[in-house]
């Protein structure tokens, strides 16, 4: 059964850092580029940052230059380090492969709230 478990999300501060993790199984992982998804309340899932099996990453310009993604192969998890937190990153964030394929399984996601 696919595991996506995502942590790490809380309230912070505006200017904070947090980090996220999502574990994920093995297969999936491993056979997949992941991005982390957001959605804040009454808008769309977006995607804001994914990386490649090798590791090439890629942003979305709301976060580039303050969000990092990462991978562990090792550990089969993805991290998400998030500094200079805004109010507008508040949102529930989610690991997922991209591209997404039609129907996805998604986990329960960690929420994010930036405070200003």
């Known amino acids: 059964q696919l595991q996506l478990v995502e942590s790490g999300g809380g309230l912070v501060q505006a200017g904070g850092s947090l980090r996220l993790s999502c574990a994920v199984s093995?297969?999936?992982?491993?056979?997949?580029?992941m991005g982390w998804y957001r959605q804040a309340p009454g808008k769309q899932r977006e995607l804001v940052a994914r990386i490649t099996i090798g590791g090439t990453t890629d942003y979305a310009d709301s976060v580039k230059g303050r969000f990092t993604i990462s991978r562990d192969n090792a550990k089969n998890t993805v991290y998400l380090q998030m500094n200079s937190l805004k109010p507008e990153d508040t949102a529930v964030y989610y690991c997922?492969?991209?591209?997404?394929?039609?129907?996805?399984?998604w986990g329960k996601g960690t929420l994010v709230t930036v405070s200003s």
């Open positions: 093995r297969s999936f992982f491993s056979t997949n580029a």
């Open positions: 997922n492969r991209d591209p997404l394929r039609g129907m996805e399984y």
